[in-house]
């Protein structure tokens, strides 16, 4: 099955500065990823997602960018601001048959510095 | 607005005493879910539905019920609730012909069993 990671449990940026969360796979035939956002009381909110037969994908703001070789993956935020501050999720689909499920990372909590 | 709406956002209860937490959804989507978030274990999933009436165990099923008899509504029955429940728990949804991702979440139930 898919284990998914992320590597650091917390992140503190100065606002105006890039950050970069990092996550990892286990499953190379993964072929589908998302990542989200959960702020303080609410529930995890879709921010950008990306197949596996791209490298790179932009939003708003945001870059996510996917090594398949390493089986890693990363969100890029540019000029972070105080908005930004939450709990980051890599999350990848569970290919059991018929079901729907995601499987999540463990999160990287970003904490934006005046 | 799209969204998903759990009640209630928090509850404090009692060892055995039966409760359920209602989930409704209006974007007419196929795909309801409940994950439970605990901390350093991530989001789980307790229970999924494909569509009305067909419902089957996600990753951490015991100790809890799920009916879907409407499609906007997929509400979690906790018969017999125990301490070991106390957890955030989220509903999602997410329609057939997406790429298998919970792309809306509801704001979240935190739960104590005392």
């Known amino acids: 099955g898919e284990s998914v990671g992320l590597h650091l449990p917390t992140l503190s940026v100065q606002e105006g500065d890039n950050s970069i969360i990092n996550c990892a796979y286990s499953n190379s035939a993964s072929d589908y990823f998302i990542w989200y956002k959960q702020e303080s009381g609410k529930g995890p909110q879709f921010i950008i997602d990306i197949r596996s037969n791209m490298d790179k994908r932009q939003g708003q703001r945001v870059t996510v960018l996917l090594n398949k070789t390493v089986k890693h993956l990363s969100l890029q935020i540019a000029a972070t601001q105080p908005g930004d501050s939450a709990v980051y999720f890599c999350?990848?689909?569970?290919?059991?048959?018929?079901?729907?499920?995601?499987?999540f990372g463990s999160g990287t909590r970003l904490q934006v510095q005046p | 607005e799209a969204q998903v709406t759990q009640n209630p956002r928090y509850l404090i209860t009692v060892t055995g005493k039966k409760l359920t937490v209602t989930c409704s959804q209006n974007m007419n989507h196929e795909y309801m879910s409940w994950y439970r978030q605990d901390p350093g274990l991530g989001l789980r999933q307790i229970y999924y539905?494909?569509?009305?009436?067909?419902?089957d165990k996600g990753d951490v099923p015991e100790g809890y019920k799920v009916s879907r008899k409407e499609k906007r509504n997929f509400p979690l029955i906790l018969e017999s609730p125990s301490p070991n429940q106390t957890s955030l728990y989220f509903c999602?949804?997410?329609?057939?012909?997406?790429?298998?991702?919970?792309?809306?979440f509801g704001q979240g139930t935190r739960l104590t069993v005392v």
């Open positions: 999350a990848v689909p569970t290919r059991d048959t018929g079901r729907r499920a995601l499987t």
């Open positions: 539905s494909m569509n009305v009436e067909v419902t």
């Open positions: 999602a949804s997410s329609a057939k012909d997406s790429l298998g991702t919970e792309a809306f």
